[in-house]
Nanobody, 123 residues
Framework: QVQLVESGGGLVQTGDSLRLSCVAS????????MGWFRQAPGKEREFVAF????????DYADSVKGRFTISRDNAKNTAYMQMSSLKPEDTAVYYC????????????????WGPGTQVTVSS
């Protein structure tokens, strides 16, 4: 069983920046493609970004391209998401997850999930 724990969320104002972290244990982190998702109240879980096993290939949702950057440090079993120019529309619980099979942009493609960290962006 893989354990994932996100951190770094908080309350910020429009235009601010945050860096989220995700620490993994229980399996070799470098073996996994990983992704970040988010879920706002009353909405479905939404793809944000993913990274291949070594961080050499990434992809982002259109809504965050140019503002968010995914990265990973496999030696520390940690993934990051740097978020800049935050907007109220970014308010959500953010989850990191490890890929299993299927579409990279679909929650159903991921097997292991952290409990999430809240990001709130005020106007």
């Amino acid at each position: 069983q893989v354990q994932l724990v996100e951190s770094g969320g908080g309350l910020v104002q429009t235009g601010d920046s945050l860096r989220l972290s995700c620490v993994a244990s229980g399996r070799t982190f470098s073996n996994y493609i990983m992704g970040w998702f988010r879920q706002a109240p009353g909405k479905e879980r939404e793809f944000v970004a993913f990274s291949n096993r070594i961080g050499s290939a990434t992809d982002y949702a259109d809504s965050v391209k140019g503002r968010f950057t995914i990265s990973r440090d496999n030696a520390k079993n940690t993934a990051y998401m740097q978020m800049s120019s935050l907007k109220p529309e970014d308010t959500a619980v953010y989850y990191c997850a490890l890929y299993n099979s299927g579409g990279y942009r679909l929650p159903s493609g991921y097997k292991y999930w952290g409990p999430g960290t809240q990001v709130t962006v005020s106007s």
